[in-house]
Structure formats: structure tokens, C-alpha cells
């Protein structure tokens, strides 16, 4: 019994991280895309972009995960 709450609560802290890198990844990407207006080459301009969303996109993918499996489990 006591080795299944010890397993919830390690899954429980397991999300929390999830969820932290996710939210730092997503803010960073947006950061990332904010800088496509201080960039004077185009080329930088779309690295900048493509980089920025991508990841956004990664970072909402494990905000996403993260508080879903939190609900489910």
C-alpha cells in the first residue's frame, strides 16, 4: 500500500516538472519569435520564426501532457 502513494506522489512531481520546463520552453519561444523584430536579415528573420515556434509548440506540448495526465491520474 505505502509503495503505491509512494509511486502517485513521484508521478505527481514528475508532472509538476512537466508542466515547469513546458511553461519555460513556451515563454522562451516566445521570446525567441518576439526577436524576429530586431533582426535586420531576412534569413535571421525566418531562423527566428521557425526556431520561436517550434519551441513554443514543444513547450505547449508538455504544459498539454503534463496537466492532463495530472487529471487522469
Known amino acids: 500500500m505505502s509503495d503505491k ?3 502517485k506522489d ?3 512531481r514528475d508532472l509538476d516538472t512537466l508542466i ?3 511553461s519555460f520552453l ?3 519561444g516566445v521570446a525567441v519569435m518576439i526577436a524576429v523584430f530586431y533582426t535586420d536579415t531576412f534569413h535571421g528573420k525566418i531562423v527566428n520564426l521557425i526556431s520561436g515556434g517550434l519551441i513554443f509548440l514543444i ?3 508538455g504544459v498539454i ?3 492532463w495526465n ?3 491520474g
Open 5 to 7: 502513494v509512494e509511486q
Open 10 to 12: 513521484h508521478t505527481a
Open 20 to 22: 515547469l520546463i513546458g
Open 26 to 28: 513556451a515563454v522562451f
Open 59 to 61: 513547450g505547449l506540448a
Open 65 to 67: 501532457k503534463g496537466r
Open 70 to 72: 495530472r487529471k487522469k
